[in-house]
């Protein structure tokens, strides 16, 4: 069963691990190869729920490209920011075709591996996403032994 809120042009993507290429800290599990709508010359990954190891740090800002309001994240393993969380989107880009992530990370900040279907037998793809709630072991492991 496919996740009616993503966008039908996104649920073909592979679903990625990102992890910081600092110090390998598994950042998210629920990631996504993306282009930056206000520079599309500008690749990137992105997931769509607040990732485990990473904390927003300074003020927010606003981008040179669109009038999105966005605030730095760093890597919790090694304190290197790695992306940005768009606090307030603007109105441009909600009304582009979007993927409906708001947290960004950087290519040369993570490391992305594309994940395995639960049989093993092909990449696992965003269509195969029934939720946003949905999470996989490894994420409530992760998450239970994090608190």
């Not at 993507?13 to 599990?29: F, G, M, R």
């Not at 607040?50 to 009038?67: F, H």
Request: net charge positive.
């Amino acid at each position: 069963m496919s996740s009616p809120s993503i966008h039908p042009q996104f649920r073909s993507k592979a679903v990625c691990e990102l992890n910081c290429q600092h110090c390998s800290t598994l950042i998210c599990s629920r990631g996504m190869k993306a282009i930056l709508l206000g520079d599309t010359k500008v690749e990137l990954y992105s997931t769509d729920i607040p990732p485990y190891r990473v904390e927003l740090v300074d003020k927010d800002y606003v981008t040179r490209n669109c009038r999105c309001r966005i605030r730095d994240v760093a890597c919790l393993g090694c304190g290197n920011v790695i992306g940005y969380h768009v606090t307030q989107p603007c109105e441009r880009c909600l009304d582009s075709c979007n993927n409906g992530h708001f947290w960004m990370f950087l290519s040369d900040g993570v490391l992305a591996t594309e994940r395995w279907n639960p049989q093993g037998n092909r990449h696992l793809l965003w269509v195969h996403l029934t939720s946003k709630e949905f999470i996989d072991k490894k994420e409530r492991n992760w998450m239970q032994a994090s608190r």
